[in-house]
């Protein structure tokens, strides 16, 4: 008989993370080394399947089940707070599903796709949940957590392959009829991108959006041959979309492609201590962390050595002694280090090495904050415990600690940063080339501005609305920044350009098209994902915009 959805209830409930239900007397053959377990009851409708997160750190537990040979989501659910598990009502029992597992724990993001089956027992009155993992972390090419394989036939919008965001979808063309569907749904909104890559050689694939119809075309990417095709689209939550990729001219190939989808909902920093709704990092031992043997700068302390007197981060209460700035190096000067923090943890980038993190006495591969990238900045010299405080006596620039060196931030989270110089352009100009690189970078990019009396302060820009057509060729192309060494008696934090050329653009008719998150100090509500004439940067007459910064995964 013909299964139905219908006979999946997808009723979810909630569990913490000690909640038993009626599980005690169920098995499971989970294998022991999983940081999550299923088990199943026999209940009214077929079964119940418990899905339990053993990790007691794991964090944004994101749990999807579906039934592939239908191509549908029985269940799509982001664990909150200490939420540990989930039901799920309705299962058929001697029915292969598949499942996805994806959390964050401390040191790193884990995602899981396997199948899972639910058969009754040796006794027959228990039931065990049978269960096989296909992949774990596998790709990182394109920067997903794991890999599936098309399965043909899917050559129609109603025989779609089932996606899921941030997995990494392996297929062929395999003759010059062969129309590949996909279909998509997202848990959250956010700005999606779509990015096909691997197209063979002698090959000119091309990539459709379509909306739940399957007919209404939404975005799509039609460059020359091989080119990869890509695209950004604002989706909203829980809501079906169909994705083709289609050969031009008939052109086909054994060799396989690769298509990822990614959405980003945005992690926001705060440089300073009104977070107003900033994403929080952890600041512990910050206020007493020192920076002893700095050359004095000119600056901002006018080579009286304040700088070097100064701690990395001051709270609202602070009191500075006469030989102190009136705030720390992360309060008055962290808006590079912020922004780069924000950028990479969209990307989920952690260090490339084991560091040892001072707040809290732990060894790992660290997630992104403002402190860890400041400390990439400047390639993560000893901290050690001494005078009373925290102290890095090794460095010695004449630079804050917080201005930054590009190439070295993204090459110690593993990736590379690239410059696109925006100072001789129009405003109509700047507003296509954002536009464009957000089309491949939506986890933001960071874009400086410089006011009319010379201060600069970078942001994420992290949406456009610009209508920019998908032909669109950029005339600035990036410039890739490179690793340099941190001397002592030179300021190379890639910021003292000339300001004789800079456009200013602010109260430009293009402001209101793009959306940003400003990592200011005492007004960061200004910059909480708000459109460029909102932010605290416009309001502090910060209008010409003058670069872009793009993060990559190693080239």
Not at 440 to 464: D, K
């Amino acid at each position: 008989m013909k299964k139905t959805l219908s006979l999946i209830a997808a009723v979810l409930i909630m569990l913490p993370l000690m909640a038993t239900g009626s599980f005690e007397a169920s098995a499971t053959d989970a294998l022991p080394s999983l940081p999550f377990e299923f088990s199943a009851d026999h209940s009214l409708k077929g079964a119940t399947l418990r899905v339990a997160i053993r990790n007691p750190a794991a964090r944004n537990v994101q749990i999807l089940i579906s039934l592939p040979e239908k191509r549908g989501v029985i269940i799509d659910v982001t664990l909150a707070g200490k939420q540990r598990a989930a039901l799920v009502e309705g299962v058929e029992l001697n029915t292969s599903y598949q499942f996805f597992v994806r959390f964050e724990s401390n040191l790193a993001t884990n995602s899981f796709i396997g199948h899972l089956t639910v058969v009754p027992d040796d006794t027959g009155k228990g039931l065990v949940v049978s269960i096989s993992v296909d992949s774990h972390n596998s790709s990182l090419e394109l920067n997903t957590l794991s890999v599936m394989n098309e399965v043909e036939p899917n050559n129609s919008w109603g025989q779609a392959n089932q996606l899921f965001d941030n997995i990494e979808m392996q297929g062929t063309i395999h003759i010059g009829t062969d129309r590949d569907w996909y279909r998509v749904s997202f848990p959250q909104p956010g700005n999606v991108n779509f990015y096909l890559t691997g197209i063979p050689v002698g090959c000119d694939y091309d990539l459709y959006l379509y909306d739940t119809n399957g007919s209404t075309l939404l975005a799509w990417g039609e460059r020359a041959e091989n080119s990869d095709e890509w695209f950004m689209y604002r989706v909203e939550a829980n809501k079906v979309y169909y994705v083709l990729i289609a050969p031009f001219q008939n052109s086909f190939s054994p060799q396989r492609y690769r298509f990822r989808t990614r959405n980003y909902t945005q992690t926001w920093f705060s440089q300073g201590f009104n977070e107003q709704g900033s994403q929080n990092w952890n600041r512990s031992n910050l206020t007493q962390l020192f920076f002893p043997n700095m050359v004095a700068c000119s600056e901002f302390c006018g080579g009286n050595f304040k700088c070097r007197h100064t701690p990395f981060f001051t709270t609202a209460g602070f009191a500075p002694q006469p030989n102190q700035l009136s705030s720390g190096h992360m309060n008055e000067w962290g808006c590079v280090v912020t922004s780069y923090a924000m950028i990479l943890r969209n990307l989920g980038a952690q260090t490339r090495a084991q560091q040892w993190d001072m707040r809290s006495d732990t060894t790992g591969s660290l997630m992104a904050d403002p402190f860890t990238v400041t400390m990439g900045n400047i390639n993560w010299p000893q901290t050690i415990f001494q005078n009373g405080r925290w102290e890095v006596p090794t460095y010695t620039s004449t630079s804050s600690p917080v201005l930054a060196r590009h190439g070295n931030i993204a090459d110690s989270f593993g990736r590379t940063a690239w410059r696109v110089d925006l100072s001789l352009l129009t405003p109509l100009q700047k507003a296509e080339h954002i536009t464009h690189y957000l089309r491949r970078n939506p986890e933001g990019v960071l874009a400086t501005f410089v006011s009319i009396n010379g201060h600069r302060h970078t942001i994420v820009i992290a949406g456009s609305s610009y209508p920019l057509s998908y032909s669109y060729v950029p005339t600035v192309n990036p410039e890739r920044q490179g690793i340099v060494a941190l001397f002592a008696s030179a300021d190379i934090k890639d910021e003292n350009l000339p300001v004789s050329n800079y456009l200013v653009t602010q109260g430009t008719a293009f402001d209101s098209h793009f959306l940003c998150w400003d990592p200011g100090t005492t007004q960061s509500s200004r910059g909480n994902g708000v459109p460029l004439n909102q932010t605290w940067s416009f309001a502090n007459n910060f209008g010409g915009l003058d670069r872009l910064v793009t993060i990559r995964f190693v080239d």
